[in-house]
């Protein structure tokens, strides 16, 4: 649906454009002056030049790019490549991971379920659904996640929506004394007692699917690298230290 929209706007904003001269001091004043006009869910959250001259770097809320004309009047949805060294870097996903770090980890701990090592060498975000297969293999294995120095930060991701009675399971979760005891129960397919209080399961689901979460377990490095899906927890740990 995130692509389907974009590629709207895109349509919307080539149709019939004529660039005009514009400075580079009033450049992001036009970029947001033309996205104001389209309705777009997320929020920009900064302007610059990109590594291309001539085109504007336009973060989104999540950390998501799109590419700009000085102007404003065309937009760029895609990947720009560095094909200059040994080996072609995408710059975009170096980017957008940069901006995915920073909001995952301006997520309060609060609002998360920890489970850390006395010393954790870094950490992982997993977006988690306790009725899911390998979420649950996953959580097996979080001693020796633990063990080999990995905190593993837990964010809600119903992945069947909202309105399921597994949302009502995670938010009885996070609204539980001892919201880890809750998650194991969950993970084991045991029953958790019901429970409300206002929680950031919604909030959390939300975000997920702003920064691309698709299924679950879905697995944020600490630099904001995805991986989607399952690993071994020496695997898993291996990529861990490697993307800190």
Sequence with gaps: MRKKLLAGWLLAMVTGAVQAETTQADAPEAIR????????????????????????QIELSGGRLLYATPDGQQLIQGAIFDVSGERPRNLTAEA???????????????????????????HVTVFTDPDCGYCRKLHLEMEELNALGIEVRYAAFPRSGMQTPTAATMQSIWCAKDRQ???????QGKPVPAATCDNPVEGQFELGQQIGVQGTPAIFMANGRLIPGYQPAAQLAREALENR
């Excluded at 002056?33 to 504007?56: D, F, Q, R």
């Excluded at 609002?111 to 954790?120: G, V």
């Design 96 to 122: 957008e991971a940069r901006g995915v770090a920073r909001t995952l980890n301006a997520i309060p701990a609060s609002d998360l379920i920890i489970f850390a090592p006395p010393e954790p060498k870094t």
């Design 181 to 187: 005891g809750a998650m194991n129960l969950a993970k």
């Design 33 to 56: 002056a033309t996205l104001s006009k389209l309705n777009m869910v997320e929020s920009v959250e900064g302007i610059e030049p990109s590594p291309v001259a001539g085109l504007y």
